[in-house]
């Protein structure tokens, strides 16, 4: 099938594991690696910007999440609606060429407005990426293995802290934080041209003609709005938005002021340390809500939505111990926890709509959650370092990361509550 084949809606029965099929989820999770690396490299040298450009936490947490949430939440639903209708491989090489291009001009930046303008561009670029990324998945892979296919494209992110940072801490203590935008950004034009010239478009899962896929916007929006186990993972998704990049944001931070930590040595620790736990937590987490999900379709959110409550103690053991190895021995049970809800969620956003609304199920959860949580989690941080620096200096940020660890568990707590809905709103969907 080529590139036109969206325009043929056609029957298919899905084989999940063939060799096309790895090959094509190999790809699509190195993308999503840079994808993530690439918008998390700001964590790792705030402190050079921060010295350079004589910025406060508060302004690096609104740089940090605000300027590249906007573009990457607003134009993800529309950029969803296009993948719905037309080639998911496409949209998502585009943009993936944009946003390296993006990356690498972050190197050049020279004050505060630029570095925000690369953020904005960079999140519009981003945009394209998960969620056709995830509707591609979903339609290679059938509801039985959905969750560990899912799973495995969301290992990207730790497949960026285990390899790619490490490397990033060394470009940054040895050549700077400029140098290190402007070398991440070349891997993603190539990585873009290997999936335009080895990746298919996969064939829809709807009969052609107009009497399913042809739902509006406001329709579709609707449908999965009356879903109660899709709204309550959205929120859910919310909370650990707020977890998630509050802690990817501020904990390098936190290694070089509580623990003094060089760059180097942070993105030699906490790379491998998040991306292994993180890594093992995805995979585990979608495996094991695939496996507890055939005898009971509550456990595709209740597995994850327990995980997220472990992550509060692991937390406050990695941000209040007084030993390294303690403290990041928490670090790494919390990453692990953390990870195991990516998969579940997406897959279950995904099992609540129909096959041709996956695409902007995916993007509505993420536009949501992703607001939600790059807005506040850094923002919240960077505000409360610098109320509370007045009395604990720079031990302040030890006590402000506690918002997301709390987050967290109140996100688990939600995910728990819309595993009742989930099996009955699959149904509606046409889900079996």
């Known amino acids: 099938m080529d590139a036109a084949a969206p325009l043929k809606d056609a029957v298919t029965v899905t084989r999940d594991w063939t060799p096309r099929s790895v090959y094509a989820l190999g790809l699509l999770t190195l993308i999503y690696a840079f994808n993530y690396l690439d918008r998390s490299i700001l964590s790792l040298v705030l402190p050079q910007i921060k010295a350079e450009m004589h910025l406060s936490d508060t302004t690096l947490g609104l740089v940090s999440g605000f300027a590249f949430v906007l573009f990457y939440s607003l134009l993800g639903v529309p ?36 570095l925000a303008a690369t953020r904005f561009l960079m999140g519009a670029g981003e945009a394209c990426g998960v969620a056709p990324s995830n509707a591609l998945v979903a339609a290679m892979f059938s509801k039985a293995r959905r969750a560990l296919a899912l799973a495995i494209l969301s290992a990207g992110s730790s497949i960026a802290f285990v390899v790619f940072f490490p490397v990033a801490g060394w470009i940054v203590d040895n050549h700077g934080w400029r140098m290190t935008f402007i070398a991440a950004g070349v891997p993603g034009v190539l990585l873009a041209l290997l999936l335009f010239a080895t990746v298919r478009e996969p064939a829809r899962t709807v009969p052609a003609g107009p009497t399913r896929g042809q ?91 327990i995980a997220c409550l472990l992550v509060l103690p692991a937390e406050m053991v990695f941000l209040l111990s007084g030993s390294i190895s303690t403290s990041l021995a928490g670090l ?91 099996e009955a709103d699959s149904h509606r969907a046409g889900e079996t």
């Open 215 to 305: 739902e509006g916007f406001v329709e579709t929006a609707l449908f999965l709005l009356r879903s109660k186990a899709f709204t309550r993972t959205v929120a859910g998704g919310a909370f650990m938005g707020i977890s998630l990049y509050a802690s990817s944001v501020w904990n390098p931070m936190f290694l070089v002021r509580v623990h003094h930590f060089s760059l180097t040595e942070v993105g030699s620790t906490i790379g491998p340390l998040r991306g292994l736990a993180g890594l093992g937590g995805v995979v585990f987490g979608g495996w094991l809500a695939d496996r507890l999900g055939r005898r009971d379709a509550r456990w595709r959110l209740a597995t994850p939505g």
């Open 79 to 114: 950029i969803a609606r296009l993948a719905d209708r037309s080639s998911r491989r496409n949209i998502l090489g585009a943009g993936l060429i944009f946003w390296s291009l993006m990356t690498s001009l972050t190197g050049f930046v020279v004050n505060v407005w630029q």
């Open 332 to 422: 790494g049970v919390a990453q692990f926890c953390t990870s195991m809800h990516l998969g579940p969620v997406y897959a279950a956003c995904m099992g609540v709509a129909r096959p041709q609304m996956r695409a902007t199920a995916a993007a509505l959860f993420l536009l949501i959650a992703n607001l939600v949580g790059q807005v506040l989690g850094p923002l919240i941080v960077g505000f409360l370092n610098d109320v509370l620096s007045a009395s604990y200096g720079d031990l302040a940020i030890r006590y402000s990361l506690i918002v997301g660890a709390v987050c967290a568990a109140l996100g688990g707590a939600v995910l728990i509550g819309a595993s009742h809905s989930l």
